[in-house]
């Protein structure tokens, strides 16, 4: 699977709207792009996936780039519980294959 | 959504015993589950890929005599870390992936410390 590239930590103000940004620049045109989270000592959690066009849930919303080199997970209003490692993480459409996790964004939220 | 239940989700056991990790989805049939494994401020690492009704798949560097993978069911997956060392102390987490849709959806994690 393609590899992604993300910031070590961040920092965002309660209430205020955060964006994870995610390089990866060799995505192939059948990758999704995945993104996880996963708060202290639990198991990571979905947040959003997208191919192509901007995707929006009640989490978040997944910004991607026209050239699907880049993309960038927005969280409208960040709470205090919203501070947790985000994965941003690429797979093939169909793939049966594991989740492969890099070293992640580690977002803290500051009240 | 889909729910994947892992249990315990901890535990403290004594050197040289065995410690046996459930795994199940609990809505949906997983023909696929995968094991892996978090040390302090690291990201996961995959230790092995179970199918179903047949041998695990091990990564490099993980002992499958040591780690005991069963996936006999559709719904549920054990890994049992056997002959416990405290350096097997970590966080172990479950995957399981839908077949229908491929996501894949994780256990709340165990955390495993040898004493």
């Known amino acids: 699977d393609a590899k992604t590239t993300q910031p070590n930590s961040m920092e965002s103000n309660e209430e205020e709207p955060v964006h994870l940004p995610c390089n990866h620049s060799?995505?192939?045109?059948?990758?999704?792009i995945h993104w996880y989270r996963q708060l202290p000592s639990q198991g990571p959690e979905y947040v959003i996936h997208g191919l192509t066009s901007n995707v929006n849930n009640r989490m978040a919303s997944l910004a991607i780039a026209e050239d699907r080199k880049s993309s960038t997970l927005i969280l409208h209003r960040a709470t205090l519980r919203d501070a947790a490692v985000y994965y941003c993480?690429?797979?093939?459409?169909?793939?049966?294959?594991?989740?492969?996790f890099g070293s992640g964004t580690q977002l803290t939220v500051l009240p | 959504g889909a729910v994947v239940s892992q249990h315990p989700s901890r535990v403290i056991c004594k050197s040289g015993t065995s410690v046996k990790i459930e795994c199940r989805s609990l809505?949906?049939?997983?023909?696929?589950m995968f094991w892996y494994r978090q040390f302090p401020k690291k990201s996961l690492m995959l230790m092995a890929t179970s199918n179903e009704g047949s041998k695990a798949t091990y990564e490099q560097g993980v002992e499958k005599d040591k780690f005991l993978i069963n996936h006999a069911s559709l719904t549920l997956s054990t890994l049992t870390v056997t002959s416990a060392h405290p350096e097997d102390s970590s966080f172990y987490i479950c995957s399981a992936r839908d077949f229908r849709t491929t996501e894949a959806f994780f256990g709340q994690g165990t955390r495993l410390t040898v004493v």
């Open positions: 809505d949906f049939q997983a023909t696929t």
């Open positions: 993480i690429l797979q093939n459409s169909g793939s049966a294959r594991q989740l492969t």
């Open positions: 060799t995505i192939s045109g059948t990758d999704y």
